[in-house]
T-cell receptor, first 115, second 110 residues
Framework: KAGVTQTPRYLIKTRGQQVTLSCSPISGHRSVSWYQQTPGQGLQFLFEYFSETQRNKGNFPGRFSGRQFSNSRSEMNVSTLELGDSALYLC??????????????FGQGTRLTVV | DAKTTQPNSMESNEEEPVHLPCNHSTISGTDYIHWYRQLPSQGPEYVIHGLTSNVNNRMASLAIAEDRKSSTLILHRATLRDAAVYYCILRDWGGFKTIFGAGTRLFVKA
């Protein structure tokens, strides 16, 4: 079956602009989470969505937002881009069943460069 | 939030076993221990996970200390393709939140 798909793979934006990244989870997965990866900070959790609801949020400014649609696809948005937002943004999807703990499947990420 | 601590890097010879340690002394009772690895230019890949008991799968084994404050990922025979950054991660019971540590970069020598 198809894996997690993130689009676009690469993106170059200018400071002050805004950007929207897309993530299509594995079919049947209703949980989608987003991470930022930079050489200095490593992998940091941004937020997680389940059934169109944000269940958890990491320690990022309000410029970072996201949403999930009824088909479980998710988007994240970064407004007023700063140079420090340059990073690899990773999306992961997983099954969610109450009382169980399943693995997360990651996409290949979107490489965002802010100039 | 509970955190994980791993060595920055480790080195292994090909065909030899590798033991990758992880400390998570502030783990809560509902946190699962997951291991993922990340190859260059790829997203992290699931390796194994467990709660209290040791676990085995086709990729690796996970040994969990009795007090759950540490765990060890065991690659039984390292290959060159196992060279990656290995992350020890805590995920709460519902998978609501995943906390990544800094990871261990594994170098495998031929």
């Amino acid at each position: 079956k198809a894996g997690v798909t993130q689009t676009p793979r690469y993106l170059i934006k200018t400071r002050g602009q805004q950007v929207t990244l897309s993530c299509s989870p594995i079919s049947g997965h209703r949980s989608v989470s987003w991470y930022q990866q930079t050489p200095g900070q490593g992998l940091q959790f941004l937020f997680e969505y389940f059934s169109e609801t944000q269940r958890n949020k990491g320690n990022f400014p309000g410029r970072f937002s996201g949403r999930q649609f009824s088909n479980s696809r998710s988007e994240m948005n970064v407004s007023t881009l700063e140079l420090g937002d340059s990073a690899l943004y990773l999306c992961a999807s997983s099954l969610f069943e109450v009382g169980q703990n399943t693995e997360a499947f990651f996409g290949q990420g979107t490489r965002l460069t802010v100039v | 939030d509970a955190k994980t601590t791993q060595p920055n890097s480790m080195e292994s010879n090909e065909e030899e076993p590798v033991h990758l340690p992880c400390n998570h002394s502030t783990i809560s009772g509902t946190d699962y221990i997951h291991w993922y690895r990340q190859l260059p230019s790829q997203g992290p890949e699931y390796v194994i996970h467990g709660l209290t008991s040791n676990v085995n799968n086709r990729m690796a084994s996970l040994a969990i200390a009795e007090d759950r404050k540490s765990s060890t990922l065991i690659l039984h025979r390292a290959t060159l393709r196992d060279a990656a950054v290995y992350y020890c991660i805590l995920r709460d019971w519902g998978g609501f939140k995943t906390i990544f540590g800094a990871g261990t970069r594994l170098f495998v020598k031929a």
